[in-house]
Structures are given as structure tokens and as C-alpha cells.
């Protein structure tokens, strides 16, 4: 059984932090990439950051300069550093990874709240 779990979300004002884990157990152990995707309330899910495991990464537009993307491999943990937070960064966050082969999982989500 693969499960990814989630931490870290809350509530923090504007220009405030919070980091992100997701830490990956069970059968998958050949990791293509690890990220970060969100989902706002009435809009569709949006990739935030991603990792692969040679350590190349993706950002969103919106988040660049402010969101770090980093991954422990001994761990199988995947990490999410939310610097200089904005309300439109209000969403619930969901963990992704994805094998070599192809496929997804997906972790359960945890809510980021901004606001004053």
C-alpha cells in the first residue's frame, strides 16, 4: 500500500511562512518527481512546484521567488518552504508523485488558510 502523508498546513497571515512535508511509504520506490499542486476554492487544481529526483525544479509563475521546493530521498519526503504568503494562496495543497513509468499518487491535502 502506497500513502503519502501530509503536515504543515494552517493558518498565517499576509507575508507570513509555512512549510509543507509529504513523506511517501509503502511499495514505490523508483521516484520520477515529487511536487506540490493546490486547488482554491472555485478554481481547478494548479501545479504549484516540482522536484525530480535529480533535483531539477517547476515553479508556477505565481509562486516563484517566494516558494521553495525541496526533497529528502532518504526519507522519500518532499518539501514545501511558503515564504512571503498572500491570501490568493488560500487553497487546500495536495501532494504529487510520480514514478518512472508513468502514474500518479496523490496525497490527501492539507489546508493553507491566509488571511488578516
Known amino acids: 500500500q502506497v500513502q503519502l502523508v501530509e503536515s504543515g498546513g494552517g493558518m498565517v497571515q499576509p507575508g507570513g511562512s509555512l512549510k509543507l512535508s509529504c513523506a511517501t511509504s509503502?511499495?514505490?520506490?523508483?521516484?520520477?518527481?515529487m511536487g506540490w499542486y493546490r486547488q482554491a476554492p472555485g478554481k481547478q487544481r494548479e501545479l504549484v512546484a516540482t522536484?525530480?529526483?535529480?533535483?531539477?525544479?517547476n515553479y508556477a509563475d505565481s509562486v516563484k521567488g517566494r516558494f521553495t521546493v525541496s526533497r529528502d530521498n532518504a526519507k522519500n519526503t518532499v518539501y514545501l518552504q511558503m515564504d512571503s504568503l498572500k491570501p490568493e494562496d488560500t487553497a487546500v495543497y495536495y501532494c504529487?508523485?510520480?514514478?518512472?513509468?508513468?502514474?500518479?499518487?496523490w496525497g490527501q491535502g492539507t489546508q493553507v488558510t491566509v488571511s488578516s
Open positions: 504529487n508523485v510520480r514514478p518512472y513509468g508513468g502514474g500518479y499518487y
Open positions: 522536484i525530480t529526483s535529480g533535483g531539477t525544479t
Open positions: 509503502g511499495s514505490i520506490f523508483s521516484i520520477y518527481a
